[in-house]
Structure formats: C-alpha cells, structure tokens
C-alpha cells in the first residue's frame, strides 16, 4: 500500500492508472498536477485524483510512487521540476513510447536520484486523449514494457513490477534500446504511414470526395491517425533514428511491390501478398 501517489499529467494515460491504481487500493491519495488547471480541476471532479496541486513539484511532496505522464519532449523539464522532492524510497515511473531518451532525459533532471526511476511502456491507450477518456481498465490484460538501467534500485524495480501486475499488467523487462527498435517498427512506423495516408489523400482536389466513399478497410488502416498530435510529434522525434530505419525498410519493401506492378509480375506479387497475409493471419497479440 503506497500512502500517496504523485501524478503529474492527468490525461488519458495517467488518469488511467491513477483510476486503476485506486481501484486495486494500492494507494490511499491521489495527488495530480497538469499543466492545464482545467484539466487538473476535471481530474479531482472526476475521482481521478483527490487533491489538485499547484506544481509538478508540490504534486511529489509528500508521495512514495510518482507517474510522470507527459509527452515524452516534456520528461527532462518535469524531472527537473520534481527533483528536490525526490527521496531515496520513492518509487518514480514513466509512462512514454519511448525510452532511452526519457532514461538520458532522467540522468540530467534527477541527477543523484536516477535510482528512484523505473522506465515503464504501458502498452495501452486510445486514440481519444484527455482526462474525460480515463478508463480504470485500460491497462488491464496489457503488456507493460520495463526498461530498468544499471542505475536502478533493486527495490524499486520489485515495487513496479507488483503495481503494475496488481492492475492486470503483464511485466516484460528488456533493454531500452531493444525497445526502441521493436517500437518503431510495430508502433511508431504505423502511426508515421497513417498520418501520411490522411494527409496524402486530403491533399488531392478531390481527397474529401474520395474520403466520403472510404469503407472499413480505410477506417481500420487509418484509425491510429486520430491520435494525439502532440504526443506523436515529441515520439517521431524522439525515435527518430530507429524510425527512419524502420522507414527505409518498409520504402525498399513498397520499391519492390511497385517493381511487379509496373512489370506485371503475377508471381512475384501473388508471392508478395501471400507471405503478408499467412504472417497477419498466424500473428496474435500478446494478452493475458
């Protein structure tokens, strides 16, 4: 039982674990903190959170477990922020698609007390954000993503793996780097060739009459395009190496799919499609 969490950023994603973490009565108070005091004060109206603090700062004061849930471009300035409230026995996670740039981004905001922090990668959310989608359910039969460094303390590392496994997670450990790669190719690549349909259609003359005939192929290709803008501008570029690698390898795959159709290649496409399409049907996700 953690006496007070720490929640700064009280949108979909911490919303969420604040309302899961409740439930599972793992914590007894909620302190939140947002930059927007409109949010904040929904949050409290909501039963997310229980006290509205002032500052990132005064959100920590007082809390054993802090989730920073933030656009990862935002992650240095909030551990900064934090960093004089930070004790040794304080459990702090983050929730952000990527990771070794929020580690690197927590070396130089909490400085002597990177030990107190748990990389974390929920992997969970909805394309609607804000505070008004929090859903206590959210991460529950998901994976979450832990990316511990050497700098770690083993009894944090024990604490994050309990609260996130009390809320119905399932806890993998890997290597921020490892992650970084495998999320640019199966998360951050589609997203990045999502925005690029909307925006290559629309940017026809006749793009709003075209999206006006779009069936459900359309809309399932293009769903995750509806996603935060804010958020998925800060992870294009904070992966932005491992994405443009991703990229390059799915231009040469596109290459060689355009190369049978200007030849006419039955084969080689009929081959091309077979192979995608015995991979999607034989893949499923990884759930509980």
């Known amino acids: 039982m953690f006496e007070q969490l720490g929640l700064i950023g009280c949108g979909l994603m911490g919303g969420s674990f604040a309302l899961a973490i409740k439930r599972a009565g793992l914590v007894k108070r909620v302190v939140g903190y947002s930059t927007s005091p409109v949010t904040t004060e929904r949050a409290r109206l909501l039963g997310v959170i229980d006290v509205e603090a002032p500052s990132a700062l005064l959100a920590v004061s007082g ?100 609260v996130w496994t009390a809320i119905g997670c399932k806890v993998v450990q890997m290597s921020a780097e490892s992650h970084d790669r495998a999320f640019a190719a199966i998360s951050h690549l589609p997203h990045l060739l999502a925005f690029a349909l909307m925006n290559a259609v629309v940017g026809q003359p006749e793009g709003s009459d075209f999206l006006k005939l779009a069936g459900p192929g359309f809309r399932d290709f293009s769903r995750i395009a509806a996603s935060d803008p804010k958020v998925w501008r800060d992870i294009l570029l904070s992966n932005r190496t491992e994405l443009l690698a991703q990229s390059q390898l799915f231009l040469d795959q596109l290459q060689v799919f355009e190369t049978a159709m200007r030849d006419g290649d039955v084969q080689t496409l009929d081959t091309l499609i077979t192979q995608a399409s015995a991979t999607r049907a034989n893949w499923r996700m990884t759930e509980l």
């Not at 004089?84 to 026995?89: D, F, G, I, K, R």
């Not at 952000?96 to 974390?120: C, N, Q, Y």
Request: aromatic fraction near 4%.
């Open 63 to 162: 809390a054993d477990i802090v989730l920073v849930a933030v656009p990862v471009g935002a992650s240095e300035a909030t551990f900064k922020a934090i960093r004089h409230m930070v004790s040794v026995h304080m459990l702090i996670m983050d929730v952000g698609s990527t990771k070794s740039d929020v580690i690197e981004a927590a070396r130089r905001g909490l400085r002597e007390h990177i030990g107190s922090f748990i990389p974390a990668h929920p992997i969970a959310g909805k394309e609607l954000a804000g505070v008004n989608n929090a859903d206590a359910d959210l991460y529950a039969g998901r994976q979450v993503i832990l990316t511990p460094t050497n700098d770690s303390r083993p009894a944090q590392l024990t604490a994050a793996i309990e």
